[in-house]
């Protein structure tokens, strides 16, 4: 999608492999139970805005996850089609999750 940049999954699975990114599902509940890329996170992304503008603890409890820092990590987004994955990119910039390299949407479909 035009505004978004996009990581292609063999450039994804160096990022993870390195520890060097975080991978969200903002696909529903649903969708994301039916499968999902190991390791992926699944906050769908009417949940996303608030989620990550919690405390690092409410976020922890809540996902059972370290919440992203806004400094040190690559955040990962996809969906099905790629629409919810661009409002996910869109929102996190929003919230200060910017530059280079910071904010990725997952190429394809």
Do not use: H
Not at 1 to 25: I, K, Q
Not at 60 to 74: H, I, W
Request: glycine content about 10%; aromatic content about 8%; charged content about 20%.
């Amino acid at each position: 999608m035009a505004g978004a940049p996009t990581v292609s999954l063999p450039e994804l699975r160096s990022l993870l492999a390195s520890g060097r990114a975080r991978l969200f599902d903002v696909r529903s509940r649903e969708e994301a139970a039916a499968g999902t890329i190991p390791g992926a996170l699944n906050i769908p992304v009417s949940e996303l805005e608030s989620a990550l503008q919690m405390e690092p603890a409410a976020f922890q409890a809540l996902y059972s996850a370290e919440k992203p820092k806004l400094e040190d990590e690559n955040l990962v987004f996809f969906c099905q089609m790629g629409k919810r994955g661009f409002q996910a990119t869109q929102l996190a910039r929003g919230l200060g999750y910017t530059g280079y390299g910071k904010v990725w949407l997952l190429a394809g479909k």
